[in-house]
Nanobody, 121 residues
C-alpha cells in the first residue's frame, strides 16, 4: 500500500481528532503531501498540504486556525490535527502526494483510501 489514511471517526462538534497518513518510503519521497476531503454530494476540496523537506504548510480558509498539518519524516507519516470540528467538516478525508506546492487535486498523482470523519451531536 502506497498511502494509508486512518484516524477518522464520529466526533461531536467542538471536539478534536487526528488523522494519519502513512506512506511507503518511495511514495513519501515525493515533495508535497496534501489532505483533501469530499462531503456527500459535493466536490472534493483541498484542506491542507505540507512540503516534506521544509515543513512549509498551506491551509484552506475554512480550516485555517483549527486544523494543523505536520509530518514525521522518519515515520513517513503526515498528520492532520483537527480541533474545534464543525458539522461542515463531515467528509471522507484522503491524503495524496505530489511534486507541486499546489492546492489542486489534479496535481497529486498518488492517492490513498479515505477515512470517514463524521461530526454529529
Amino acid at each position: 500500500v502506497q498511502l494509508q489514511a486512518s484516524g477518522g471517526g464520529l466526533v461531536q462538534p467542538g471536539a478534536s481528532l487526528t488523522l494519519s497518513c502513512v506512506a511507503s518510503w518511495r511514495t513519501y519521497s515525493s515533495s508535497v503531501i496534501g489532505w483533501f476531503r469530499q462531503a456527500p454530494g459535493k466536490e472534493r476540496e483541498f484542506v491542507a498540504l505540507i512540503r516534506r523537506s521544509s515543513g512549509t504548510t498551506l491551509y484552506a480558509d475554512s480550516v485555517k486556525g483549527r486544523f494543523t498539518i505536520s509530518r514525521d519524516n522518519p515515520k513517513n507519516t503526515v498528520y492532520l490535527q483537527m480541533n474545534n470540528v464543525k458539522y461542515e467538516d463531515t467528509a471522507v478525508y484522503s491524503c495524496a502526494v505530489g511534486s507541486s506546492f499546489s492546492n489542486s487535486g489534479s496535481d497529486y498523482k498518488i492517492w490513498g483510501q479515505g477515512t470517514q470523519v463524521t461530526v454529529s451531536s
